[in-house]
């Protein structure tokens, strides 16, 4: 699943989503991605516009910097219509800023005063929030080792809704389920390390069946939590995991790590990749390896995260992850900003989506690549990455098999007899000849090319009758793996 900023979608109605489902999607890659929170949100203006302004609700009305509710409604049937399922991000466990003032700066208009804790347009009052429970000076939380400061204080400032209310329940379960009506198959939940977790079974508890004139009867929305437990703090994610999937921050930091060959880490050492790094179990874990937070120095995960910033590394991390059967996987979208690095600290961390004068959201144009402009990277639409997701489809349901390495940063791994991939970290060629698992035939490479119809535009692999195939990778390639799959073969 990829993680889209929503005004990829919504631009143009849905008509530029509509138009990359049509002409790059193939039946067996990206059938799903997620929209930045949709709900009317603050405007801010100093900094301006910033892309944090998305995570700080003051109703929940359909209407975003990315486009208003008829255009949210034509996008998801869009995408539905032609098999893409759309999951919503959603903010729920506390509105705007404290210092958010009073007036209508705000996405649709609607009246809001953050001194006083009114927000009519849901309608929550001051006796809708956690203040009362709080116990520390600032009203924020002070000390993560706290389970009640991180539970019922402020997150940096944004105030935080009392969720054990029954009428606060309500109205949070009321915007999911409207969602749900509109066609969304699932969502991700911010903040849900700062939320009780029998608060939310509740919320998830009074959620809506999926819209049937698309999904079949009976289906359950797919949730995912965002709860960043690196160690070290009482909350775990394993406190969650009964309510739904949850994020493995610890993921993208190790293997960010082990990328970059920090700490003495290297490739070989993954022979145990998953729960055997500490991670929570597979079928718990919502993996990736950056996200919106973390690929600008925010939430978890720290310098040794890659980003399409370093997008040599960058493939080699997302073409092993989705190679890799641990978890549900994700793949980040993002847009270019110009960064300004003081002291390891981007001081533009800040920055929104690319933006006209007037401050909407510029759409995506799409370069004759496939590849998309207008400031908007779309790693999603590069080869070797859209390639990778139809690999992850294509070995669906195989276990991980004919582990190898050099015992460095040379490694490659099979799934069943469906796909193999072979990666080049190491500072010299890779020249080995090894198992695959596949039935012979010749296979086209899906990293420096695809199958186009009986054709290869890539690396050809001839794979021998008893299944061992000889690799050559070039450690000054752009592109230091090789992937062939069920599918490849010619």
């Known amino acids: 699943m990829e993680e889209l900023p929503s005004s990829t979608c919504l631009n143009g109605a849905g008509l530029i989503l509509q138009q990359s489902v049509r002409d790059i999607w193939h039946p067996m890659a990206l059938v799903e991605f997620k929209i930045s929170p949709p709900s009317e949100h603050i405007i801010v203006t100093n900094p301006s516009r910033p892309w944090w302004q998305r995570y700080q609700p003051v109703s929940y009305k359909l209407c975003s910097r990315s486009g208003n509710e008829n255009e949210l409604r034509d996008m998801i049937t869009r995408c539905n219509n032609v098999g893409v399922n759309v999951y919503a991000d959603v903010v729920i466990n506390h509105m705007c800023g404290a210092g958010g003032g ?32 709080c116990r520390t000076g600032s009203g924020n939380i002070e000390n993560y080792n706290d389970v009640n400061q991180v539970r019922n204080c402020r997150l940096v400032g944004l105030l935080d809704l009392a969720l054990e209310k029954d009428y606060v329940r309500g109205k949070v379960a009321d915007y999911m389920n409207k969602l749900i009506d509109i066609g969304v198959a699932g969502f991700r939940v911010d903040a849900c390390k700062h939320m009780w977790p029998g608060d939310l079974s509740v919320v998830y508890g009074r959620l809506k069946n999926l819209s049937t004139r698309w999904f079949p009867s009976g289906s359950k929305p797919f949730i995912y939590q965002e709860v960043i437990d690196l160690g070290g703090e009482p909350i775990k994610a394993s406190e969650y995991t009964g309510l739904g999937r949850v994020t493995e921050f610890k993921y993208g930091a190790k293997l960010g790590t082990v990328i970059r060959k920090w700490n003495g880490e290297k490739l070989s050492y993954l022979s145990n990749w998953g729960e055997g ?10 993996a990736f ?3 919106h937070d973390n690929q600008r120095g925010h939430g978890a995960g720290g310098a040794s995260i890659v980003t399409f910033w370093d997008a040599r590394l960058y493939k080699m991390a997302v073409g092993l992850m989705l190679a890799h059967p641990y978890g549900v996987t994700r793949v980040m979208s993002s847009y270019r900003w110009t960064r300004n690095i003081v002291n390891g600290q981007d001081k533009n961390d800040w920055v929104g989506p690319p933006s006209n004068s007037d401050g909407s959201t510029k759409p995506v144009t799409i370069n004759a690549d496939s590849t998309c402009g207008n400031g908007w990277v779309c790693e999603h639409r590069w080869r070797q990455i859209k390639n990778m997701v139809i690999f992850r489809n294509v070995v669906n349901g195989q276990s991980l098999s004919n582990w190898w390495s050099n015992g460095g940063n040379q490694v490659a791994f099979g799934r069943g007899s469906r796909g193999f991939i072979v ?3 190491d500072n010299r060629g890779l020249d080995a000849t090894l198992n695959t698992g596949l039935p012979g ?11 186009e119809g009986s054709r290869c535009t890539g690396k050809q692999v001839q794979v021998g009758g008893d ?3 000889t690799f050559k990778i070039s450690n000054s390639e752009q592109d230091p793996l090789i992937a062939i799959h069920a599918d490849s073969k010619l």
């Open 102 to 133: 009073a007036g209508t700066h705000s996405s649709c208009g609607s009246y809001f005063n953050a001194n006083t804790k009114e927000f009519p347009a849901v309608a929550y009052s001051s006796l809708d929030f956690n203040d009362g429970k």
């Open 277 to 286: 790094w500490g991670f929570m179990p597979s079928g718990k874990a919502l």
């Open 289 to 291: 390896v950056d996200n």
């Open 423 to 425: 990666i080049n970290n």
């Open 441 to 451: 035939g010749t296979y086209c490479d899906v990293i420096s090319g695809q199958k």
């Open 467 to 469: 299944g061992r195939a």
